[in-house]
């Protein structure tokens, strides 16, 4: 198997996995609320972790609360904001952001909050000067993805949030993407609030953690045990939070950018040259190290992930989460392009495990796929089923 789909999952560790095992066995399953010392050295491992996963961002550990996943951070920092604001009856977000983002804001639309959707352009590049616009005294959050899950393009987030900071609203970026790919410090912009996944770099799945400023007032989402210092109540997965620390402290030894970056700018190159018909989706410069979202014109999609799948290769059309569904990437169409570009797009997606040989027969083998769907793919651009 030749796994490029890392965007939507990463391998976990072994050093993540070995650190890991001791909070899995039965000799350190104490509850860390527990007042005793077997409670009490579980309690020591989650703060450890919580101090690896602050330093990660420049954050102070107090400011780090842990939680499920990215998806209950991003729906935490928008209930938090929410209830703190219920003067502000406003929300700003990108028209590129992350379900997570713009679904519960869809819904918080159908209960009379208004959601203001700020413009890309075909780069994925922010309106700028729409964001500034678009701020008032309304606004009770502004929510900035930091990397693009689809096209990895870069936002501006400091500039997003120092406007929103000057319009008195809270400012949220979904860094769920970026953290451990990239430098993220949360010290280079007013950021209230942040997101992060502990599954997207070389982390366990099931646990993530929302970074709450200390200056920020916050609302927690779960009430019920008062853990996490009250902002997010049940028991801590202690096994999930240790890993998380490991894979926070590995990423901030070394992201692996420059090494990972060659091998996309390899493969990238490589497609380009081989194959003719290939654009690639969004800002070439300003973007994730290891993304790459390619336009196969006249190639269907779904045929070319079901071709690719059967070489022993993993990708994907774009987000994990929307994975079956009959709709074609929300994120391309925002960036201004048609229905048709959107479902002949697909995202590769590298890691620290991928090797040059996988890159080189990636390629070959994606060339292979493409020749074979233009020859059956008719010429009214329908979609077809690819039949091994």
């Known amino acids: 198997m030749i796994y490029l789909d890392n965007n939507a999952t990463t391998a976990l560790d072994p050093l993540v996995r070995d650190e890991m095992l001791p909070w899995l066995g039965d ?70 952001e992350h379900s997570a983002i713009f ?36 606004t009770a959050l502004a929510s900035l993805i930091f990397a693009n899950n689809e096209t990895g393009v870069i936002s ?6 120092e406007a929103a900071a000057n319009a008195g609203a809270m400012f949220h970026t979904d860094a769920v993407q970026a953290v451990g790919k990239i430098p993220v410090s949360v010290n280079d912009a007013p950021i209230q609030m942040l997101s992060m ?3 997207k770099l070389h982390g366990p799945k099931g646990v993530g953690a929302l970074f709450v400023s200390r200056n920020s007032r916050f609302h927690p ?27 926070a402290e590995l990423a901030r030894a070394d992201f692996h950018a420059d090494s990972i970056g060659k091998l996309r700018d ?17 800002d070439r410069e300003n973007r994730l190290p290891n993304t790459s979202n390619l336009y196969f014109t006249g190639v269907d999609g779904e045929g070319l992930l079901i071709l690719l799948d059967e070489a022993g290769i993993c990708c994907s059309p774009g987000s994990a989460c929307s994975t079956g569904s009959v709709e074609p990437s929300r994120i391309i169409k925002a960036m201004g392009f048609s229905t ?14 991928t090797t040059e040989s996988e890159i080189d027969e990636a390629v070959a ?15 009214s651009g329908s979609r077809v089923v690819v039949n091994s």
């Open 103 to 138: 679904e519960p804001c869809q819904f918080y639309e159908s209960t009379g909050l208004v959601c203001r959707m700020n413009p890309v352009d075909s780069y994925g590049h922010l309106d700028l000067d729409f964001w500034e616009a678009a701020l008032s005294d309304k």
């Open 221 to 247: 989402l779960l009430i019920g045990g008062g853990q996490e210092d009250g902002r997010r109540s049940g028991t801590e997965n202690v096994a999930a939070i240790v890993g998380f620390g490991k894979a």
């Open 197 to 199: 996944s502990a599954h």
């Open 266 to 282: 390899r493969f990238e190159n490589g497609v380009l040259e081989k194959i003719e018909g290939v654009e690639v989706n969004g």
């Open 27 to 96: 000799e350190n399953y104490g509850n860390p609320s527990a007042g005793y010392r077997f409670g009490k050295r579980a309690r020591e491992a989650v703060e450890t972790a919580r101090a690896k996963v602050a330093e990660l961002i420049g954050a102070e550990p107090e400011e780090i609360t842990f939680t499920s996943g990215g998806t209950e951070s991003n729906n935490t920092a928008l209930e938090a904001a929410r209830r703190i604001r219920p003067d502000r009856n406003e929300f700003m977000i990108s028209a590129v």
């Open 365 to 379: 083998q994606l060339e292979k796929a493409v020749s074979k769907l233009r020859v059956v793919m008719p010429k």
């Open 340 to 353: 048709e570009r959107a479902r002949s797009s697909v995202r590769f997606s590298l890691s620290k495990f």
């Open 156 to 161: 501006p987030v400091t500039e997003a949030a």
